[in-house]
């Protein structure tokens, strides 16, 4: 009997934790309508290599940004989604960029040889000002959906599956 009310006690502890932390990688799983202004949204960050990297350029082709962090469990369940749909959309001009938020080049790198990384990885870190301005300083994974124009479709936070993920990108060569 004492093991029976230990095994419970332990379980009502596991998902009480769980409940407790899942805002906190999850705040808003409805769809947010994009409210910042384009111009603003512009940036340069450092590719893992050090090379500079402008929104800018990708202007033209739909694009999906995603902020994630080395550590963040929900964002390693996403990864794999984003290397199979940067793959399948390729030949349509589909640009998938990934920015850490908080991690170095070097923890960015050795991440991408693991998880077989096939898009552009930007480095955040010290970049507060585009975390701010993508939401994504306080709340990861956080993922926004840019028309071929440049245009903002719209952002999501949180963790989803790779078939909504494959949805909102058709949407976007609509």
Not at 30 to 58: I, M, Y
Request: proline residues 5%; contains cysteine; negative net charge.
């Amino acid at each position: 009997m004492r093991q029976l009310f230990h095994n419970r006690w332990l379980r009502a502890c596991a998902v009480a934790a769980l409940v407790a932390a899942w805002p906190a990688c999850a705040l808003d799983r409805a769809s947010r309508e994009a409210t910042a202004e384009p111009a603003k949204l512009d940036f340069t960050l450092k590719d893992v290599n050090g090379k500079d990297v402008r929104l800018a350029d990708f202007k033209g082709k739909p694009l999906v940004i995603n902020f994630w962090a080395t550590w963040c469990g929900p964002c390693k369940l996403e990864v794999p989604f984003f290397v199979d749909l940067a793959q399948k959309y390729k030949a349509q001009g589909l640009t998938i960029v990934g920015i850490s938020t908080d991690d170095t080049p070097e923890d960015i790198r050795a991440f991408a040889t693991e998880y077989k990384i096939n898009y552009p990885l930007l480095v955040g870190l010290g970049h507060d000002d585009v975390m701010e301005a993508y939401g994504a300083q306080m709340l990861i994974p956080v993922t926004w959906f840019i028309n071929a124009d440049g245009t903002v479709s719209h952002s999501e936070a949180g963790i989803h599956p790779r078939e909504w993920f494959d949805a909102q990108i058709r949407a976007l060569f609509e």
